[in-house]
Structures are given as C-alpha cells and as structure tokens.
C-alpha cells in the first residue's frame, strides 16, 4: 500500500535562504514554482509564508519614531472584562514605556460587533486629558484572539530575558520583558505569545504564558510538538462528562454477528481495536475456489452524533496524533479505549460489510449491516504470522485451521488482484523509535513488513473500496480518499533522475503507476534502490479528503473512501454516517448541516492531517537527535538525499536520520547550485555533488530540542574531498534582501 506522503515540504530557513537569493521573486508562485510544490501541497508553504510575515521575517517596515510613554495613533488592543458602571476597557498589546499601561476607553458604535473579555481589536486611538482614562478606542476591525504562539527555551538576562525557539527552522529569538516573564527559570521550555512588534535590540516582543519544565526531560519531545504544531490535547469537562455517561448499544435491530469467529489483528501495544476480520471459503457454486471476507468496524457513530460537544471536538480534532511515548486521540479514552473498542470477548457495536471474491481476488458483491459482534481473539502480528509459519502460540492453535489459515488464503487470493491492478510498490522501510521506561530512546529500528501486515492492509482497502461504491451507487454525499496522479514538473525530476541513474522512465504516454513499478524493479539491489523509491514518493501529490472523487491513483483505485477507522479519522466516521442514512438504520445518519458544510470539513481534515504528520515527522526528528547527541564526532556513512542552494542533506545509513551539510562547509570553493539538475558543483574543481551519492560525514551538531543535525562531508562515492585549484575560496555572486532578522544568532 503506498505512504501517503507529501513532497517534502522546504522549511522556513530554506524559504529564507532562496528569497535571500532571489530579491525579485517574491510572490508565492515564484517560491512554489522554485521548490516544485504544486497542488494541495501549497497549503503548507501558505501557512509558512504567513507565519514568516507574522514573525516578521518578510514584513516591510518604514522607520517610525515616537515618544515611547505614548501609543501610536493605531493600535492592537485586547478587550478586558466591563467596569462595575458598565465601560468597557482595553489594554494595549504594544507598550514599551517605562510608565504604568495606560488606561483605554473602547467607545463602541452601533454597527460594532459584541466583543467579550479577551477579544483582540484593531483600533484607533484619541488622547483625552481630564478623565480618569488616557485613550479613548474606536474599533477599525476585530481581529484573531489568538496571538502568534512561540515555543522555546527561556534564556534569563539581566534585564528581562529571550527565548530560543524550538522550531529549528525559526531564525531568530524574542525579547520578554521583565514583567512579563511569569516566573520563567532560566532553561525553562516555555510557550509564549507575541507581545509587540520589534523591542530591544531588535527582537519582537512576547510574553510568557506556559511553563512546560525541563526540555530536556526524554518525555517533553512530543509535548514539544504538541505546543508547536497546536494540537488540542485536553478535553473540556464537558467532552469528558458526555462520554462518561455513554452505555454500551443494545442489539435492539441489529443483526447478530456473534458468532462469526472475527478477530482482531494489531500491533502488540495497541490499546484500541477499531476493525476486525474473518474469512472463509465461498459456499456458492457459482464461485467455486471464491471467498467471502468479513470485516467489521466499530460503530463510532453510534456513540458520536451530530450536534454534539462529542461530534465538534472530534471534528476539530480532525484525527488522533500518534508519538512514540503517547497519543493525543481523537475521542475521549472512555470510547476510544472502551466502548469503541473491539475488546476481547466483549459484545461491541459494529457496521460489518461481507464481502465475496473470486479465486483471482476480483469483487463479486458486497453487503453492509449494522451488527452486535464479539471478538473471538485480540491477536498481534507477529504471533498471527508465526501461526500461519507453522509456530502457532499456546493461544492461537485453536484457531490455526478455523481462523487463520482462511485469513492467509483468501488474502493470497486478493494478491493475485493486486498484483494485476499494480498499485504503486515502494520499499520505503518504516522506523521505529524504541523507548525505555524513562522515555529516552533505546534503540533506532527499521519495523519488520510480515505478511500478515499486508494482508490487513488488503482487507482494509478492500472494505474502503466497498464503502465508496456503496455510496457512490446510492448517490449519497460523502468524503473520498483523493491522490492525484503526480505533476508534469515532478515527473520531469523523476525522469532525470532515474536517467542520471541508468535506468528508464516511459515518456509520452499515459502514465500509470505499471510504469513506475517498472522503474522501481529496475533500481531494486542496485546501490540506486533508495534514491529512486525516495524519488518517487516524493514525485507524488498529497492525498486528501474531498466531496468529489478524483480517483486514487497510488491504489490505481477509481473510488476510494475511508471507512476502516472511526475512532481515530473523522473522515470515517463521516462515511459510516453516510451509510447509516443510505439504509435507514437510524437517526444518528449524516445530517443537513453536515451535508452544506461536507466540503468544509473535507478542507479542515485534510489540514489537521497534515499537522499530525508533520508533528510526527517533528518528533522523530528530535528522539533521532537525542539518540545521536552522545556520538558527535563520529563518522557515519549515508547518501545524499536532498540538494539545495545552501547545502546537501544525507540520509545516514543507520538511524535514517535526515543531517544538513552547509554549503559554506564544503571545500574552499564556491559551489553553483543546478535546480534542475539538483546538483551543486565546485567552481574550481568541476566537483559535483548529487542525489543519490554515497557519503562518508562526521556529527558535527546534535540539538535534541530542534532536532536539527549538522554534518561534515568527507567523502563522496569513497573519495576524498578534492582541494581547489585556488588557495582560496572564490566567493560567488550574493544579492541582497531586505530581511527583519536580528544580527545576532545564536551559535
């Protein structure tokens, strides 16, 4: 099944770096055309360039000079809570004088909205004289109540003190003034709002209002994360009150399933079971040698319906973030740990689809119920796969022959289909982050792929294949799964690459994922195999949640939904509604308000997955770094896996960590950087470095907190670094850009 991820994203410093290069091409276009984003994958580069301008990295500011014991004329102000005489006051979020805040007046207008206690406004602002208040406040507009939020490390000064931002992409730091440091101890992580524009020495301004602890506790990683990306973490009182006082469902007119040997199949430490499965030889003589697959789902909308406190924090949620120390989930632990979760023995509610094949694994028919199921056994992986390699363990022997065996046959039968369909095949192993009981990492690992991963990953695409024809054929509104197929532009890359490698790319002709499985066969066992699987993942779209179906092209599938997982993908909670109301099986069906605002919600989900992933990614980053802190120094071999302006990124063999090599550590040349190419090359010496190359690097820098790793290139394809034919370094052209950033960064 192919990795639904995205091209990857350049990071602030990356973006920085290229404007720095380019002083007049600035527009968005120019940048998502420079780093080869196209499509959905611009919404990450909307929302950095708009953080950059909020951070001010971009901004254009004239020099404004005024009596710093006075507001300038327009201000940002927050509302406080109204006077005992009924007036509404505002504070100002820019003061930098030395005199007490003074005091604001808001005076509304009729046509003025109703603003409450910590509403932010844009307002212009009349000295008065007289009066018990300084500022009288007329609001030009409301604006967000939720300042620019800053994650770092709390440095003391003597006056005040900074914060160094855990974002490792961030360029610069942020002044708190001594009032507005809320206790904060020096090496504190601390999470922060801006406070103002530029204040001493340059620095924007914030304010302390989180003290996370120590950051480099081994379980403040992922709260890192968490507070940088702002992924909801805590439910409401009153989230938790309406799960509490959840019953399990009756059977009332469900359809009995409980004695269908189903069982579920997880990984060892998962504490939800959300799907479950059985097979068993079709008993139809018009399909002989066929099989008929179960799979059922827990009934999440059963328990989550619409209108609720329940629905709009899963909604917003959008989806459960996975760590490697926690999860932030999507529903409260009471359904999703509880009776949402298909335990053991225990009877749960569930929407089943029986599904019947072919011997070749081609679908002859489906049927959707709503069931009352029990589970017969809550297995793992590793012990199914042993089972079915003939090691079965004390408690699966009895389901040896019943169970699993019929899984494994019918699965081999849906790989016959596969294999005809040919869905994208890449071989991008997997890492996995062991931690000990402490949280610090214990080992760097690449997971194990069995067979029995595959097979319910084939049973679970063939239930979401099921639930799109469904109700596609009823006409229902739903959410597809969408993955266009990949750009003309990042074909064109892949092709250049895969040419540069030896191998062979179709051109002029309608691309299909065959195609590329081919270029995949050609590089499997070559020193290439990596780089081009790397390539071409990063060749594809993001894929998305959308009202409109667009095809999955990695599954080389016309519809596709998901359905499979409702306790932790809204999404799927969203399709399983669309089925209720397709078969009237209730009134907790997708309802008006769900349906007008369906392409809402697709949009918003899309978004909260890319947050989770990038999250994720954050983490791993920063355990990696952790991992590698104590080795700096030592010498590691990797291959080139990204070329930019500033420097080459490799991949290191053992960990998978992603390292920087900056250009100006390269040699004592200067390197001119081929786009199209992806190349740098000394000027002097012709020297070219490349994707794909085979490296030799020594750890230079290992900062756990942002997960950035700096590297020394020594070798390249087991070759010295070649010395200019000049004794010096030849300096190459440099444009100038107007950047607020502050001179001094720290080191």
Known sequence: MIAETMARIPSKAEILDWISENPTQMGKREIAKAFGLKGSDRIDLKRILRELQDEGYLEKRKRTYRDPDKLPPVSVLQIESPGQDGDVYAR??????????????????????????????????????????????????????????????????????????????????????????????????????????????????????????????????????????????????????????MSPADLDDRQDLRDLPLVTIDPSDARDHDDACWAHEDEDPQNTGGYVIWVAIADVAHY??????????????????????????????????????????????CIAVRIQITRGGE?????????????????????????????????????????????????????????????????????????????????????????????????????????????????????????????????????????????????????????????????????????INLTTLRSMTQAYYSPENLGHFGLALRSYAHFTSPIRRYSDLVVHRALVSVHGWGADGLSNAEIETISDTAKHISETERRSMAAERDTTDRYLASYLSERVGSEMSGRISGVARFGAFVKLDETGADGLVPIRSIGREYFHFDRDAQT????????????????KVRLVEAEPVTGGLMLELLEVEDKMMPSPVRGKRRNGPRRGFKRNVSRRRRK
Request: proline share 6%.
């Open 92 to 245: 100002p979020l820019e003061w930098a004088g030395e005199a007490p805040v003074p005091i604001i007046l808001f005076v509304p207008r009729d046509s003025d909205p109703a603003l409450g206690e910590g509403d932010r406004i844009l307002a212009r602002l009349t000295e008065v004289s007289g009066d018990d208040h300084a500022y009288e406040a007329r609001m030009i507009r409301r604006i967000g109540t939720n300042p620019q939020r800053i994650l770092g490390v709390f440095r003391k000064l003597s006056e005040g003190g900074r914060i160094v931002p855990v974002d490792k992409g961030a360029a610069r730091e942020w002044h708190i003034g001594e009032r507005d440091i809320s206790g904060a101890q020096d090496g504190e992580l601390v999470e922060a709002e801006q406070s103002g524009p530029k204040g001493r020495m340059g620095l924007p301004r914030a304010r302390v209002i989180n003290r996370l602890g120590n950051p480099a506790a081994p379980k403040a990683v992922s709260l890192i994360a968490i507070h940088q990306h702002g992924i909801p973490d805590r439910f409401s009182d009153g989230v938790i009150a309406e799960a509490d006082k």
């Open 304 to 349: 989550v319906r619409p209108g609720t406190d329940l629905n709009r924090e899963a909604r917003f949620r959008g989806n459960s973030t996975y760590f490697p120390d926690r999860v932030v989930p999507m529903l409260p632990d009471r359904l999703s740990g509880d009776l949402c979760s298909l335990h053991e023995g225990v009877p749960r509610a």
């Open 363 to 531: 679908k002859l028919s489906h049927q959707f119920v709503r069931g009352m199921m029990k589970s017969l056994a809550s297995l793992n992986y590793e012990e199914v796969q042993m089972a079915e390699d003939g090691m079965p363990s004390e408690r699966c022997t009895a389901l040896v022959d019943e169970v699993i065996h019929p899984l494994f046959r019918a699965y081999g039968a849906l790989r016959t289909a596969r294999e005809a369909r040919q869905p994208l095949e890449l071989d991008l192993p997997e890492r996995r982050i062991e931690l000990d009981q402490s949280g610090t990492v214990k080992s760097v690992n690449y997971k194990e792929r069995l067979d029995a991963h595959r097979m319910i990953e084939e049973f679970m695409v063939l239930a979401n294949v099921a639930a799109a024809e469904e109700l596609q054929k009823a006409r229902s509104p739903f959410l597809y799964r969408v993955h266009e197929e990949p750009s003309p532009e990042k074909l064109e890359a892949l092709r250049e690459v895969a040419s540069a490698s030896g191998f062979v790319l179709a051109k002029g002709q309608v691309l299909k994922t065959r195609h590329l499985n081919h270029l995949l066969d050609q590089a499997e066992g070559t020193d290439h195999d990596e780089l």
């Open 680 to 695: 740098l090359m000394g000027a002097d010496t012709g020297f070219e470095i490349g994707i794909g190359l085979r490296v």
